[in-house]
């Protein structure tokens, strides 16, 4: 291997310079050996479909070759966006055009298409604070400026929201998780989204609304969409990584005609079309009813695995912490004491045993010192108990003046 005396730096465009969070990639890159890991927001093995994926590939690989091996369409296998189609009408209430939906690779990849689609250099993006981590660095990547919006227990202010477009503010686009937001864990309320979705419209401003954990609704029923609610503002980004597995790399969009258009049209430069393979083994699984059968028990399973850490969020932190309470997904959001630092106290708690995602990167205005994100999707429910156990202990020695913490 040959290396250049001065490093390929030179070689990087200035994108990929400004792209490397060293300390972030180590962070959500694993634990070391007997340090438990609240980090990510992987889904748990445990849900992934069993006993019918390998008859539903076989199937295709043999008897439909023509589709599943070959390229499709860049807005997808047209049978599979009939049955993305009559999907959304059944969970969502709401039956788009056909020219309102288009297959995409992933959650993240839709999040690009709307960037590529939307964002010149400068553009203003609102996003709540905290947000998506994956979907600043996307924003980031085209240039956007990035404007906070504050967050409550009951998710974005929108109000807050509604005064600064009606004193001119004008965002390209407002990027919101409704449910069970990554990394909070919070909901906005029925209240707000149709406040959101009419504010945005009597001023013009589309809604990106990523909806990655919809479906893991631990009672199963979701608040009204914001795009069930508004189809003339809001681009709706979905994706089966939550609800069949990642490893498919598929997703959706839907909204206005004119924007999937777009999306459609970036797309071609991205890679052209998602595997076809996959689309067809969402579809034969959607349409055999699998689903209905696989997501209650993944439902239940992430809601005893939140019971579980509430409880050992109750029994050993409630005296100096609070969290936030979600009703889905797979995160909690704490808030340690006055004056402590997440991030300056992550080499103390991966020497105790835990390892979590500190607050700041999650927010584009400096905030969130004091928060944290914990995951609760992939430890066992000892383990999920043992992580807050020894979270606790780190938090009661930085409280220790002796300890040099907060006095
Ligand atoms: N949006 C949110 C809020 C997510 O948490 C994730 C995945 N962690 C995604 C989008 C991207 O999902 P995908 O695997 O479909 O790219």
């Not at 994108?15 to 300390?23: C, I, L, M, N």
């Not at 889904?43 to 076989?58: H, M, R, S």
């Not at 660095?137 to 929201?161: C, E, I, N, P, W």
């Amino acid at each position: 291997m040959t290396e250049t005396a001065l490093g390929w730096d030179h070689a990087l465009s200035l994108r990929a310079q400004g792209a490397g969070d060293d300390e972030l990639a180590t962070i959500l890159g694993g634990a070391p050996p007997g340090v438990l890991a609240v980090t990510g927001g992987f889904p748990n093995p445990g849900t992934f479909p069993e006993g019918v994926l390998d008859e539903i590939a076989g199937r295709l690989v043999r008897d439909d070759r023509g589709v599943a091996l070959q390229y499709s369409p860049s807005a997808g296998v047209p049978s599979v966006r009939d049955y993305l189609v009559e999907r959304q009408a059944q969970l969502q209430g709401r039956r788009p055009q056909l020219a309102e939906l288009m297959v995409t690779s992933g959650g993240m990849e839709c999040l690009e298409l709307v960037s590529r689609s939307l964002l010149d250099p400068g553009d203003d993006v609102a996003v709540e604070g905290p947000t998506y981590l994956g979907a600043i660095m996307v924003f980031l990547g085209h240039r956007a400026q990035l404007t906070a919006v504050g967050t409550d227990a009951g998710g974005m202010l929108v109000d807050d929201l509604r005064a600064r477009l009606e004193a001119g503010y004008r965002p390209k686009f407002v990027y919101t998780i409704p449910d069970y937001q990554n990394p909070s864990g919070r909901t906005l309320g029925l209240d707000r989204r149709r406040a959101l979705v009419e504010t945005c419209r009597r001023h013009g401003v589309v809604i990106l609304e990523d909806v990655a954990y919809r479906e893991t609704a631990y009672d199963g029923a979701p608040l009204p969409s914001l795009w069930s609610l508004a189809p003339d503002v809001v681009i709706q980004a979905g994706t089966f990584s939550k609800v069949f597995f990642p490893g498919v790399r598929l997703g959706w969009a839907t909204g206005p005609a004119e924007l999937i258009r777009a999306l459609v049209a970036a797309k071609q430069t991205t890679d052209q079309c998602a595997g076809a393979l996959g689309q067809r083994m969402v579809e034969e699984y959607g349409r055999a009813g699998h689903f209905e059968r696989q997501l209650p028990a993944a439902r239940a399973f992430y809601a005893s695995q939140w019971t579980a850490t509430r409880a050992a969020l109750d029994a050993h932190l409630a005296a100096h912490c609070s969290w936030s309470e979600p009703t889905g997904g797979f995160f909690t959001w704490l808030t340690l004491p006055e004056g402590l630092d997440t991030t300056r106290l992550r080499p103390a708690a991966v020497e105790a045993g835990v390892t979590y995602v500190p607050g700041r990167p999650f927010h584009v205005d400096g905030g969130g010192a004091r928060e944290l994100r914990f995951s609760f999707s992939l430890l066992s429910e000892p383990d999920l108990d043992l992580a807050v156990r020894r979270l606790a202990g780190v938090v009661e020695r930085a409280l220790q003046p002796a300890a040099g913490g907060v006095p």
